[in-house]
Every structure is written in structure tokens, then in C-alpha cells.
């Protein structure tokens, strides 16, 4: 693993080849803890049912973003929701099926780039992803204008991340994880790479600064930006996320933006 530069094609190949074999694995660990009808905005435990950060749905037509196995669209389907679930990931799309099966709460599904959305532009009314998407692209600000163009006037767009800060840190869950040792400010990638040199994953880093920008620069007004705090009770660790790190600094960030109407 290193930090260094990866172009936009190794990025891209590295996140759906990573995402394809790990699929099974990674809802076998969390699947539990995210459900298969549900919208978890982050390791803190944060609900939209109780959140209510994309405001009424009830007949609303609704993107997720890098929806993975799909349960939060699955969700805003019990809620009313028109909701359509893409992700770059075959094999997530494979385990949101799966999902689909054992709710029986149907969703459509589509396999996409997140940075080239196959839907037409102000046909959608809110669009979302909690921890999808944004991170694992090249180019995310690509990905705020692909939003800002299919979503219609007035459309919301919310989307949840790690928490920029926590890149200062190493991903330990322990007292490991509480020493700075990394700039704020290198943006290079967090990548793995196997014995060829060629990526397997990919995670981009941006600033709160950068993130706020790319969503002025497509035309996006920010409404409300959410750092969850680490609830009493919780105890679950989560990769790096864990009750110590947790009730220090913030794990998450959860931007709410709007489409000027």
C-alpha cells in the first residue's frame, strides 16, 4: 500500500475489479449491520429514518449513487420513493439483487459510472449515496456536475464520506489511530497495488474545502453539513471507526446540497 498518484483508468479498473471479488465478503461482514431495507448514512450509526436529510420522498424519483447492494433504495421504496440504484460493481449489483430477494422490496437497478450517469438531464428529484461512489472515483468533482445535470430545479443531493480529517491519521481503530502522521493536505490517493505494481484499490482523498468547492463549481448550493457524533452505546468497530477514535474526532462527513430552483 502506498499514497501515490493513479491515473483515471487504473482507478477505474482497480474499483470495479476490487468491488467484484470483494462483494460477497464485505456483506458477509457488514451486511448485518447496514440491513437489506435501510438507509445507514455512516459507521456512527446515523439513520435517514431519523435524519430526514433528503426531506420528503413519497413519490419522489430518487438516485443512489454507488448503491451498492442497494439498501437504502430499498428503504425509500417502503417510503414512496420512484428510486433507481447504479453502481460501477457487478458483483455489488449481484448481492443487491440477492438482498432483493430476501426483502422483496424491488428496486431498478443499473451498472454505471458514476462520473457519466446514463439518465437524462432534470429527471431526477433527489439523488444520494452514503459512503458510494465519491471517494472511489478520479474525478469526483465530474461526479457533482453529473448530479447537478440530471437532478431537476430544487433537486437535493446528499452524499456522506470519511470525515477529510481522518486522513491525518493511520485506518487503526486503537490508540494507533489517535497520532497524527500524514499532511491534511497530501491529496494523493490511499492505494494498494499487487506484485505487478497495478492498482487494486483506490481512495481519493479531498479537503472539506475541496469537497465544498467542487460542489459550488457545478452549481450546487450547500445547505447543511453533518458530523455525527459518536452515539452512547455503540460499540461496534468498523475498520477504522470505533468508540475510542470516535468520541474524539469526527469519522464521517454527510454534505447536503441543493440545485438552485
Given at each position: 500500500?502506498?499514497?501515490?498518484?493513479?491515473?483515471?483508468?487504473?482507478?477505474?479498473?482497480?474499483s470495479?475489479?476490487?468491488?467484484?471479488?470483494e462483494?460477497?465478503?464485505?456483506?458477509?461482514?457488514?451486511?448485518?449491520?447496514?440491513?437489506?431495507?435501510?438507509?445507514?448514512?455512516?459507521?456512527e450509526?446515523?439513520?435517514?429514518?431519523?435524519a430526514?436529510?433528503?426531506g420528503?420522498?413519497?413519490g419522489?424519483?430518487?438516485v443512489?449513487?454507488?448503491c451498492?447492494?442497494a439498501?437504502?433504495?430499498?428503504?425509500?421504496?417502503t417510503?414512496g420513493?420512484?428510486v433507481?440504484?447504479?453502481d460501477?460493481?457487478?458483483?455489488m449489483?449481484?448481492?443487491?439483487?440477492?438482498a432483493?430477494d430476501?426483502s422483496?422490496?424491488?428496486?431498478a437497478?443499473?451498472?454505471?459510472?458514476?462520473?457519466h450517469l446514463?439518465?437524462?438531464?432534470?429527471t431526477?428529484?433527489?439523488?444520494f449515496?452514503a459512503?458510494?461512489?465519491v471517494?472511489?472515483?478520479?474525478?469526483s468533482a465530474?461526479?457533482?456536475?453529473?448530479?447537478?445535470?440530471?437532478l431537476?430545479p430544487?433537486g437535493?443531493?446528499?452524499?456522506?464520506?470519511?470525515?477529510?480529517?481522518?486522513?491525518?491519521?493511520?485506518?487503526?481503530?486503537?490508540?494507533g489511530g489517535?497520532?497524527?502522521?500524514?499532511?491534511?493536505?497530501d491529496?494523493?490517493?490511499?492505494?494498494?497495488y499487487?506484485?505487478t505494481?497495478?492498482?487494486?484499490?483506490?481512495?481519493?482523498h479531498?479537503?472539506?474545502?475541496?469537497r465544498?468547492?467542487e460542489?459550488?463549481?457545478?452549481g450546487?448550493?450547500?445547505?447543511?453539513?453533518?458530523?455525527?457524533?459518536?452515539?452512547?452505546?455503540h460499540?461496534?468497530?468498523?475498520?477504522?471507526?470505533?468508540p475510542?477514535?470516535?468520541?474524539?474526532?469526527?469519522?464521517t462527513a454527510?454534505?447536503?446540497?441543493q440545485?438552485?430552483?
Amino acid at each position: 500500500m502506498a499514497r501515490r498518484r493513479v491515473g483515471a483508468a487504473e482507478n477505474l479498473r482497480a474499483s470495479r475489479s476490487w468491488w467484484d471479488a470483494e462483494a460477497d465478503a464485505y456483506q458477509a461482514e457488514h451486511g448485518d449491520f447496514l440491513g437489506d431495507v435501510d438507509l445507514m448514512w455512516c459507521p456512527e450509526g446515523l439513520r435517514e429514518a431519523d435524519a430526514g436529510l433528503l426531506g420528503p420522498v413519497a413519490g419522489r424519483r430518487v438516485v443512489e449513487v454507488g448503491c451498492g447492494a442497494a439498501a437504502g433504495a430499498r428503504w425509500l421504496a417502503t417510503q414512496g420513493a420512484q428510486v433507481v440504484g447504479l453502481d460501477l460493481s457487478a458483483g455489488m449489483l449481484r448481492q443487491a439483487r440477492l438482498a432483493q430477494d430476501r426483502s422483496g422490496v424491488p428496486v431498478a437497478l443499473l451498472q454505471a459510472d458514476a462520473a457519466h450517469l446514463p439518465l437524462r438531464d432534470g429527471t431526477v428529484d433527489v439523488a444520494f449515496t452514503a459512503f458510494g461512489a465519491v471517494p472511489f472515483v478520479d474525478d469526483s468533482a465530474a461526479v457533482m456536475r453529473e448530479v447537478h445535470r440530471i437532478l431537476r430545479p430544487g433537486g437535493r443531493w446528499v452524499f456522506s464520506v470519511t470525515h477529510p480529517m481522518r486522513w491525518i491519521f493511520l485506518d487503526d481503530p486503537g490508540e494507533g489511530g489517535l497520532v497524527a502522521v500524514h499532511s491534511y493536505f497530501d491529496r494523493r490517493p490511499y492505494v494498494e497495488y499487487d506484485a505487478t505494481g497495478a492498482a487494486t484499490y483506490v481512495e481519493q482523498h479531498r479537503t472539506l474545502g475541496d469537497r465544498i468547492r467542487e460542489l459550488v463549481a457545478a452549481g450546487f448550493v450547500l445547505t447543511d453539513l453533518i458530523e455525527p457524533e459518536w452515539p452512547d452505546g455503540h460499540e461496534q468497530v468498523w475498520g477504522q471507526w470505533s468508540p475510542l477514535r470516535g468520541r474524539i474526532f469526527p469519522g464521517t462527513a454527510i454534505f447536503v446540497a441543493q440545485k438552485a430552483a
